[in-house]
């Protein structure tokens, strides 16, 4: 039997210790510093200001908090229902006894899910161009010269427009952790259920729902988590735009895209690197309480599943 | 036992690696070589054709000087980048961009003052007056002027004539609505409707401003509101989406009869499209007193940052690059006014078509505010465009938000 004693242990793991204090706190350390300074564009200097960032940002009347962040949290909840909707109906369909080559229909889903988002984002900023876009275009051969949807300059088209590419992308995913939780329900239940005459309807809510939620559940959050955190896909084809009323974001700037904005984006301007400090750390509280749940989640999952 | 070796034989294995990277990062690092290479990064917004003869200037002083190394960057967001980046030590050598953000680079400690190595007797004697004076702020040097730039009207001759181009605003919504409708699927006049930039020819023409250099701000002017209504006049016989390459693809592509457009692009037109360019000037406003539109004029400049490793190096390329005649070989392809003094007297210059076309606009011209305070600015009128071009709201109510973000943008820079 072979003892390791602790400090070997501990020296094995002091590496990649050492790595994240130094990788993950030191920036995550400096934002919570900045966040209680005045630091800005134009003044170099770190003066405290104690919770003034944060009252601003959350009792000010021109303050972006709760507006970004209804429209994230909009934008997750929506999406997020489409996904498990979607990965249900595709997963159900796969797992039909009827469907043959399954791992072709597989791949066939999993290749939007596999392609870079960067490249399929701009791709759809194509597919949704007012005037030059194959949807509009394909649409004018049908409705006339004058058809147009303006996807991507009309706010709630513009919103339908990122949930669409960000659906179009994620669901394959869920298809696929559905799918294996179905095929791990083994078949002699359905059968008993069909013996004892409960119907499709019954079976998929009193047998198979249950059964695979405890998959699902903690695929769900951490999808919410992610979706929360959208940057790329949604800043590729809007930037956070249209822009609605110049005193306001943009109605498809996420947490993310906001924060972007301010500092590096096109629209950066008299930057307040102290807010968006703050702002950020306000987000990274919410995410934290948020994957706190999703490990609850899961290991409430777990038990259930024992 | 045998473990226990392999457990100290990994350790060591861990330790040596951790000592070969410390170890050649000092190495590297250290100025002890006697052949004393430099790197210098030049943060820039230039591209296509127009890249091509100003990389060609710093390849030439490589050549000159084999232990120096030039690095181009191009960057999107440009400045605000610079800026973050600059305060976290990751910053380029050198920025290259239009004189307008000078006074946010300045306020914000971003660039240093040159004067120890550009004499204001140096940059007054060698760069036309205007130019030098827009690479001084508050009584400094900060770096040398390369152009001088204006958006003006090009026009695709196989597609309209020089007597079709409007000279006054009503003509030129006509222009816009005939030429539509006798060639559908085509474009009169393109511009990138949403932008500040391109847009201030209208604001300034009908006798509007965007900020005073006392920080007032006049988005919410009648004029301005009028200059608004103007550009929102277009909105059925232009594309929805109208931003800077879409309209360049549309005039490349001989979809478009002409653009409004600065030198910049002028190269990319010119050479790789293969367009017969001819050049007018922006049309009058007769709601002003026929006051012809007025576009910024801008300087092209080059500073230098806090970052910068050997400023002194750094002021030898800027001298080299804007010499006379680096510029007049580079002016040839781009068709820029230079600002280099004698580059501008010369009889090439005087002959070249594309030089006096900007040359001609740019004395209609306003200079680009180089005030921080404009900083503020180019988001809230921006924003303000995008909500008239999109139709979500009037001008006016565009522009009186606008207004009310600038001002609290202003207060920002002040406070």
């Not at chain 1, 006894?97 to 960067?118: F, Q």
């Not at chain 1, 306001?248 to 102290?274: D, K, Q, S």
């Not at chain 2, 201030?200 to 023409?205: D, H, S, T």
């Not at chain 2, 002021?315 to 392809?333: C, G």
Request: aromatic share 12%; with cysteine.
């Amino acid at each position: 039997m072979l003892q390791v004693k602790r400090r070997t242990i501990f020296l094995y793991l002091l590496p990649i210790i050492v790595t994240i204090l130094i990788i993950n706190m030191t920036p995550i350390l400096y934002t919570l510093y900045l966040s209680f300074t005045n630091n800005t564009e134009f003044n170099e200097a770190y003066n405290f200001v104690g919770l003034a960032n944060y009252i601003h940002l959350f009792f000010a009347t021109d303050s972006d908090l709760f507006y970004v962040l209804g429209l994230t949290v909009l934008y997750v909840g929506i999406c997020v229902v489409l996904f498990v909707l979607l990965g249900t109906v595709t997963a159900l369909a796969l797992n039909h006894p009827r469907i043959k080559g399954t791992s072709i229909w597989m791949s066939l889903l999993l290749v939007p899910w596999a392609a870079p988002s960067a490249v399929t984002a701009l791709i759809w900023k194509f597919l949704f161009n007012y005037d030059f876009g194959p949807i509009n275009q394909i649409g004018r051969l049908f409705f006339g010269a004058h058809f147009g949807v303006p996807w991507l300059t009309n706010p709630v088209a513009a919103f339908a427009a990122v949930v669409i590419v960000n659906v179009w992308l994620s669901y394959p995913f869920f298809t696929v952790v559905i799918l294996g939780a179905l095929q791990s329900i083994p078949a002699e239940l359905s059968e008993a259920a069909s013996v004892d005459g409960a119907n499709g309807w019954q079976r998929f809510w009193r047998l198979t729902f249950p059964l695979v939620s405890p998959a699902v559940m903690p695929a769900t959050v951490l999808s919410a988590i992610t979706t929360f955190q959208m940057f790329n896909t949604v800043y590729l084809i809007t930037q956070g735009g249209p822009i609605t009323n110049p005193a306001r974001p943009g109605v498809t700037t996420f947490v993310m895209i906001y924060m972007y904005n301010e500092v590096l984006g096109a629209t950066a301007a008299n930057i307040h690197y102290a807010q968006v400090a703050a702002f950020a750390i306000t987000m990274f509280v919410i995410l934290g309480a948020l994957t706190f749940l999703a490990r609850a989640l899961s290991l409430g999952g777990r038990a259930v599943q024992a | 036992m045998k473990r226990n070796y392999s457990i100290l034989l990994l350790i060591s294995m861990v330790l040596a690696l951790f000592a070969v990277a410390c170890g050649s990062s000092v190495s590297s690092g250290g100025s002890s070589s006697p052949a004393q290479k430099e790197t210098v990064t030049i943060w820039h917004g230039w591209q296509g054709s127009y890249l091509a003869p100003k990389q060609a200037i710093f390849d030439a002083y490589m050549k000159l000087h084999p232990n120096v190394t030039i690095k181009l960057v191009n960057q999107q967001n440009l400045i605000p980048k610079s800026i973050t980046a600059v305060r976290a030590n990751n910053g380029p050598d050198i920025i290259a961009w239009a004189d307008d953000s000078l006074g946010e680079l300045v306020d914000s400690h971003t660039v240093i003052p040159m004067d120890q190595y550009i004499s204001e007797s140096y940059v007054n004697s060698t760069y036309m007056p205007a130019a030098a004076k827009a690479v001084q702020f508050n009584g400094q040097v900060w770096g040398v002027p390369e152009t001088v730039e204006a958006v003006t009207i090009m026009y695709n001759k196989k597609l309209v004539s020089a007597d079709q181009i409007p000279t006054t605003t009503d003509q030129m919504l006509s222009f816009e609505k005939s030429y539509e409708q006798q060639h559908p699927g085509q474009y009169g006049i393109v511009w990138p409707t949403q932008d500040a930039y391109y847009n201030a020819p209208w604001f300034y023409g009908f006798g509007a401003f965007y900020v005073k250099p006392d920080g007032t701000v006049g988005l919410n002017t009648p004029q301005a509101t009028a200059a608004g209504n103007f550009i929102a006049s277009f909105r059925p016989y232009l594309p929805k989406q109208l931003d800077g390459t879409t309209a360049s693809s549309l005039f490349s592509e001989g979809k478009a009869a002409a653009i409004i457009d600065g030198p910049w692009a002028y190269a990319d037109y010119a050479t790789k499209a293969g367009i017969d360019i001819g050049f007018a000037t922006l049309p009058a406003v007769p709601a002003n007193n026929n006051t012809r539109a007025t576009p910024f004029v801008g300087v092209k400049s080059l500073w230098v940052t806090k970052n910068a490793k050997d400023p002194a190096l750094c002021a030898d390329i800027l001298k080299f690059y804007t010499d006379y005649q680096n510029q007049l070989n580079m002016i040839k392809v781009t068709g820029e006014i230079p600002a280099n003094q004698q580059a501008l007297n010369d009889p090439v210059v005087k002959s070249d078509r594309a030089i006096a076309g900007f040359a001609n606009q740019a004395q209609y011209g306003t200079p680009l505010p180089n005030t921080p305070y404009m900083s503020a600015l180019w988001t809230p009128v921006a924003n303000a465009l995008a909500a008239i071009w999109t139709g979500t709201q009037t001008p006016a109510a565009a522009l009186a938000a606008a207004q009310k973000a600038a001002v609290k943008g202003v207060q920002g820079v002040s406070a």
